[in-house]
């Protein structure tokens, strides 16, 4: 089992930036290929972006693709989430899950999800 906690969210003006966090417990991420969704309310959960079990390969979705970037440290357990150049559009609960394959955009193959972190952009 692996217990994921999403931190790092918050209320921000468009362009500005939030630095998401996703740590880790029971089972080492290395394990695992990680990947960031979102769900704002009334839409689907959306894929956002996935990385490798190494962190050498990653794939953006193009609404995200060239603001945000995601990374790892196996060493730390943790996945992180850096968000630039936001816009009132990037608003929603934002989810860190982890599958044993890469690359998965599809969210129900994914194996564990956290709770969730609000990120809301103001106009």
């Known amino acids: 089992q692996v217990q994921l906690v999403e931190s790092g969210g918050g209320l921000v003006q468009a362009g500005g930036s939030l630095r998401l966090s996703c740590a880790a417990s029971?089972?080492?991420?290395?394990?695992?290929?990680m990947g960031w969704f979102r769900q704002a309310p009334g839409k689907d959960r959306e894929f956002v972006v996935t990385?490798?079990?190494?962190?050498?390969?990653?794939y953006y979705a193009d609404s995200v693709k060239g603001r945000f970037t995601i990374s790892r440290d196996n060493a730390k357990n943790t996945v992180y989430l850096q968000m630039n150049s936001l816009i009132p559009e990037d608003t929603a609960v934002y989810y860190c899950?982890?599958?044993?394959?890469?690359?998965?955009?599809?969210?129900?193959?994914?194996?564990?999800w956290g709770q969730g972190t609000q990120v809301t952009v103001s106009s």
């Open positions: 899950a982890a599958v044993l394959r890469y690359p998965v955009v599809v969210s129900g193959v994914y194996d564990y």
């Open positions: 990385i490798s079990r190494s962190g050498d390969s990653t």
């Open positions: 029971g089972r080492t991420i290395s394990r695992y290929a």
